[in-house]
T-cell receptor
């Protein structure tokens, strides 16, 4: 597609439930990122994929969070045993390349707003 | 650890005036700095990138400066319009990895007609 697509746009769930958030990046973009944004804050890095592998998952808050990108395109962020503190907007971004000597410009999706009751 | 500071108070200006937003950073010398715009309910959108060896960058009504001595970037919107109302985020590559962008908390700009 023309841009980064995220589904669902809104997800309301109960505490303790399992949630999956999907990201479809720009075709040809090898780098994919997940960020989390709380109200009044900037996006906070969660995880970065280069191709199919998670090159850096240092931003995942704990082991309830996991992300995959099995074919190097679509990615799914998975949250187990959701807690109220997980409520936020989860943003996905992609870029043509990542780091190195070039600058890394990200194209973001509209985000998935997660509310844990 | 690196720290990015943007004014958390909203900037409220009259249409036609120049808006100036500030981004300060500490404990770091980034190779470049980026500015993004974010509208409510949307993801950030890239606006401008400025490298450490560039003092100033322009794009239409936008101008960004980068002072590596002061560790500060200024973002200017000249002849501001109500449609410029949004939150503006600055972003730097992480100290430990060039692919990871670290964002400031953003400054909300309101342009009154």
């Amino acid at each position: 597609g023309a841009g980064v697509s995220q589904t669902p746009s809104n997800k309301v769930t109960e505490k303790g439930k399992y949630v999956e958030l999907r990201c479809d990046p720009i075709s040809g973009h090898t780098a994919l990122y997940w960020y989390r944004q709380s109200l009044g804050q900037g996006p906070e890095f969660l995880i970065y994929f280069q191709g199919t592998g998670a090159a850096d998952d240092s931003g995942l808050p704990n082991d309830r969070f996991f992300a995959v990108r099995p074919e190097g395109s679509v990615s799914t962020l998975k949250i187990q045993r959701t807690e109220r503190g997980d409520s936020a907007v989860y943003l996905c971004a992609s870029s043509l390349n990542a780091g190195g000597s070039g600058a890394n410009v990200l194209t973001f999706g509209a985000g998935s707003r997660l509310t844990v009751l | 650890s690196q720290k990015i500071e943007q004014n958390s108070e909203a900037l409220n200006i009259q249409e036609g005036k120049t808006a100036t937003l500030t981004c300060n950073y500490t404990n770091y010398s980034p190779a470049y700095l980026q500015w993004y715009r974010q509208d409510p309910g949307r993801g950030p959108v890239f606006l401008l990138l400025i490298r450490e060896n560039e003092k100033e960058k322009r794009k239409e009504r936008l101008k960004v400066t980068f002072d590596t001595t002061l560790k500060q970037s200024l973002f200017h919107i000249t002849a501001s319009q109500p449609a410029d109302s949004a939150t503006y985020l600055c972003a730097l590559p992480s100290m430990d990895s060039s692919y990871k962008l670290i964002f400031g908390s953003g400054t909300r700009l309101l342009v009154r007609p």
